[in-house]
């Protein structure tokens, strides 16, 4: 035999002898494979399971709230200023023009589950509400049954004054009853996850001070203070700190900073107003289709107010 033949002989034989072995090395690796992806698998089913029972415990709260009274006209002068209030502190915006809701926060499509907003007139497919029922629902973001209404932003309006509030509860019973069903509300793993971290704003009613106490009337002035009182219905697109943030759908743009540190901050006053009339800033940008600027009726002192407020924080 010659000596290449010798070789290859030899390192055939070599390698015969350590097929076990390598049988054996790739079931130990399989079965340490196996072992860390199930204790992974085990582990993500452990915390998401954790995340389901906090979520739908809080979803099932009840809450013992004290819901006030309030004197609730229907004179032409109250449905005026609440039609305003309607239309300025976003439920017209969310429910639409009739107030027939449909509007699609998370559809079929989306990650986080089905969230449109209720149909509040009293045809089918609606509610049927008290003035309890109402105080209770934007006092307070709860339903009939005082657990925790679906993504209803109480919590950037249930600081308005009695007068306020009155005249927008007495503007919305006046709506004529709209015949029209929404699909039923579900959440879905990512939103679930989403809620428990604090990223989806699923529960306002968790971020309301139900105890607080509430001033019979606040005197519009053109003034940091009254803008205050008005743009706190941005909060709930444009955060807390009203410096913007992400988007309540992983499919939908960031939320743009509306203080002085953002572009807001190169405006003045008559920029600020044109852009809330006309949707272009005065850059010439378009505003995103998430803002809802065609729905707001503020009057120019109101508007003044706002900027006055927002281009004051730092």
């Known amino acids: 035999m010659k000596y290449g033949q010798k070789f290859f002989a030899v390192i055939h034989l070599n390698t015969v002898k350590s097929i076990p072995h390598l ?7 399989l079965k ?11 582990l993500l089913g452990t915390v998401y399971g954790y995340v389901v029972y906090d979520t739908q415990s809080r979803i099932d709260k009840v809450y013992e709230v004290k819901v006030q009274k309030l004197a609730v006209a229907a004179d ?7 039609e305003h209030i309607a239309e300025n502190r976003g439920c017209k915006g969310c429910h639409g023009a009739d107030l027939s809701g449909g509007r699609a926060f998370a559809d079929d499509a989306s990650p986080l589950g089905i969230l449109y907003s209720s149909n509040i007139t009293s045809g089918k497919g609606g509610i049927s509400y008290s003035d309890e029922d109402w105080i209770r629902a934007l006092r307070h973001g709860l339903g009939k049954d005082n657990r925790a209404l679906w993504f209803m932003p109480s919590h950037e309006i249930y600081h308005i004054s009695n007068q306020d509030m009155a005249d927008l509860i007495g503007y919305v019973k006046s709506r004529p009853a709209v015949d029209k069903s929404t699909p039923e ?11 428990f971290l604090g990223e ?9 001070d139900h105890s607080a106490t509430y001033v019979d009337f606040v005197k519009p002035t053109i003034t940091p203070e009254y803008g205050k009182y008005l743009a706190v ?3 709930g697109c444009h955060n807390d700190n009203l410096k913007g943030g992400p988007p309540h759908d992983p499919k939908g743009l960031p939320f743009p900073d509306i ?6 901050g190169k405006w003045d006053s008559d920029g600020f107003i044109a852009t809330l009339r006309t949707g272009k800033t005065p850059d010439g ?8 600027w065609k729905d707001f009726t503020y009057t120019d002192d109101e508007l003044k107010a706002m900027f006055a407020y927002l281009h004051g924080l730092k």
């Open 259 to 264: 203080s002085s540190t953002g572009n807001l």
């Open 32 to 42: 340490w494979t196996g072992i860390v992806l199930g204790s992974l698998v085990l």
């Open 285 to 292: 940008k378009l505003l995103s289709n998430e803002m809802p």
């Open 185 to 195: 509300k579900s959440l879905k793993p990512l939103g679930r996850v989403l809620t």
């Open 23 to 29: 049988k054996a090395m790739i079931r130990k690796i």
């Open 76 to 82: 032409s002068t109250s449905l005026a200023r609440g």
């Open 200 to 208: 989806f704003p699923l529960l306002p009613a968790e971020k309301i």
């Open 233 to 235: 219905t941005c909060t």
